[in-house]
Nanobody, 117 residues
Framework: QVQLVESGGGLVQPGESLRLSCAAS????????MGWYRQAPGKEREFVAR???????NYADSVKGRFTISRDNAKNTVYLQMNSPKPEDTAVYYC???????????WGQGTQVTVSS
């Protein structure tokens, strides 16, 4: 059993920064890749970022250069630093964990991020 609990969502103005956190617990290993997906209203869920156990990262083109994913293996926590967010980044953000390369196996409940002035 794996639990993923996101935090840090909320309302942010365009250009401000926001950091999401996701704490993992249960039958996990620091070798498990982790990541983030998001789902905007009326749209399909989409990949945002992924980080391997060794720190290798992948990003969606839409967030590359603005968002940074990182992890603290000692705390079983993954982060998503959102810099220069745009209104189109408004979505529910889901934390994910992988058992292998792809796809994610475990999902958190999601945290709402709203970018609006």
């Amino acid at each position: 059993q794996v639990q993923l609990v996101e935090s840090g969502g909320g309302l942010v103005q365009p250009g401000e920064s926001l950091r999401l956190s996701c704490a993992a617990s249960g039958s996990i290993s620091s070798n498990n890749p982790m990541g983030w997906y998001r789902q905007a209203p009326g749209k399909e869920r989409e990949f945002v970022a992924r980080i391997s156990s060794g720190g290798a990262t992948n990003y969606a083109d839409s967030v590359k250069g603005r968002f940074t994913i990182s992890r603290d293996n000692a705390k079983n926590t993954v982060y998503l630093q959102m810099n220069s967010p745009k209104p189109e980044d408004t979505a529910v953000y889901y934390c994910t964990m992988y058992r292998g390369l792809w796809p994610p196996v475990y999902w958190g409940q999601g945290t709402q991020v709203t970018v609006s002035s």
